[in-house]
């Protein structure tokens, strides 16, 4: 474990079980200054408990983990390391009976609120309102300003851009890769492939609460950001539909599933050979990444079972 805070975020051996319920299990890894590190893995693989041990929410049963360099169950430097953070959760709550202008006053003398004006540009919200009349999308937005007004150095976010519309995900997306400009860090969780693909550096795979692939973005998805779904008039067998750049074919109820990369000259050509009767070509998403090179959707969920009301995972 390093002292020194070489790295804003470390887990090393992390377990957390829940009586006989696992959490998360021998979780090892690190996240580097200055570096977008998505955490993926399907609802209730884990995420939001390794989070919470990252937050001093929950203490591990097991290993150790450092936030900015400081003991997740060292209070005073938690509480130290608290006042250079940004968290961003996934199920956004806040006192109804106050206003939008309370709540970031409130947490404006807690941590400073220098990027408050700014913020409010980008992500406006009706600041004279009760937050109980706000839409899910506006609370969200409220917590994105009360998260970096204060310009934290780390930035930890669970499912952050849930309740935003398409424009305001890519304001915030933005924001990010600015931060990352700056040098500033961003851990968050995320089912959503495309979002990850975007923003993120590296990204870690959860299963089961076991880290499963640890990677860059581009090395994980190479092999199967594409899903191509075809009915043909014949019915080859799935080997005949096999070219280089597809990780894996099967047949569900008449169709043809490929899991490739972007090799759409090669598709074309191979089903030239046939007759296409209906085709449907999307990008994979998270579900798609573990049925095809995992072996399978999770089984057992940890989460679900024990924190289902808290974790939005």
Same mark, same amino acid.
């Given at each position: 474990?390093?002292?020194?805070?070489? %790295?804003?975020?470390?887990?090393?051996?992390?377990?957390?079980?829940?009586?006989?319920?696992?959490?998360?299990?021998?979780?090892?890894?690190?996240?580097?200054?200055?570096?977008?590190?998505?955490?993926?893995?399907?609802?209730? +693989?884990?995420?939001?408990?390794?989070? !919470?041990?990252?937050?001093?929410?929950?203490?591990?049963?097991?290993?150790?983990?450092?936030?900015?360099? !400081?003991?997740?169950?060292? !209070?005073? &430097?938690?509480?130290?390391?608290?006042?250079?953070?940004? %968290?961003?959760?996934?199920?956004?709550?806040?006192?109804?009976?106050?206003?939008?202008?309370?709540?970031?006053?409130?947490?404006?003398?807690?941590?400073?609120? +220098?990027? !408050?004006?700014?913020?409010? #540009?980008?992500?406006?919200?009706?600041?004279?309102?009760?937050?109980?009349?706000?839409?899910?999308?506006?609370?969200?937005?409220?917590?994105?300003?009360?998260?970096?007004?204060?310009?934290?150095?780390?930035?930890?976010?669970?499912?952050?851009?849930?309740?935003?519309?398409?424009?305001?995900?890519? #304001?915030?997306?933005?924001?990010?890769?600015?931060? *990352?400009? $700056?040098? *500033?860090? +961003?851990?968050?969780?995320?089912?959503?492939?495309?979002?990850?693909?975007?923003?993120?550096?590296?990204?870690?795979?959860?299963?089961?609460?076991?880290? /499963?692939?640890?990677?860059?973005?581009?090395?994980?998805?190479?092999? &199967?950001?594409?899903? $191509?779904?075809?009915?043909?008039?014949?019915?080859?067998?799935? +080997?005949?539909?096999?070219?280089?750049?597809?990780?894996?074919?099967?047949?569900?109820?008449?169709? %043809?599933?490929?899991?490739?990369?972007? #090799?759409?000259?090669?598709?074309?050509?191979?089903?030239?050979?046939?007759?296409?009767?209906?085709?449907?070509?999307?990008?994979?998403? /998270?579900?798609?990444?573990?049925?095809?090179?995992?072996?399978?959707?999770?089984? &057992?969920?940890?989460?679900?079972?024990?924190?289902?009301?808290?974790?939005?995972?």
């Amino acid at each position: 474990m390093s002292s020194a805070g070489q %790295y804003p975020i470390e887990f090393d051996s992390v377990t957390k079980y829940y009586g006989d319920v696992r959490g998360v299990e021998d979780l090892t890894f690190t996240v580097d200054r200055g570096e977008i590190f998505g955490f993926l893995g399907p609802n209730g +693989a884990g995420k939001s408990t390794a989070i !919470r041990v990252l937050l001093g929410l929950l203490k591990p049963t097991g290993g150790e983990a450092s936030l900015l360099g !400081r003991d997740v169950t060292d !209070r005073n &430097g938690l509480r130290d390391a608290k006042r250079h953070l940004g %968290y961003l959760p996934s199920d956004v709550t806040f006192y109804g009976r106050v206003t939008g202008t309370e709540v970031l006053d409130y947490f404006g003398r807690l941590r400073g609120d +220098a990027h !408050r004006e700014e913020l409010l #540009e980008r992500f406006p919200v009706p600041l004279d309102r009760n937050v109980k009349a706000y839409s899910s999308g506006n609370r969200q937005k409220l917590a994105i300003v009360a998260a970096f007004m204060h310009d934290p150095e780390l930035a930890i976010m669970d499912e952050p851009t849930s309740g935003l519309d398409p424009l305001v995900q890519n #304001e915030f997306y933005e924001l990010l890769e600015e931060r *990352q400009e $700056a040098g *500033q860090t +961003a851990f968050f969780s995320s089912h959503i492939l495309s979002e990850v693909r975007r923003v993120c550096d590296r990204i870690g795979i959860i299963r089961n609460g076991r880290l /499963i692939e640890l990677d860059s973005v581009k090395n994980i998805l190479a092999d &199967g950001g594409t899903i $191509a779904t075809v009915r043909l008039a014949e019915e080859p067998p799935t +080997a005949a539909l096999e070219f280089p750049g597809v990780a894996h074919v099967d047949r569900r109820d008449g169709e %043809y599933r490929l899991v490739l990369s972007r #090799e759409f000259d090669a598709l074309v050509h191979r089903l030239s050979e046939y007759t296409v009767l209906d085709l449907e070509v999307r990008e994979a998403d /998270i579900e798609d990444v573990f049925m095809h090179f995992y072996g399978g959707t999770d089984e &057992g969920d940890d989460d679900s079972t024990s924190l289902k009301n808290e974790t939005g995972t």
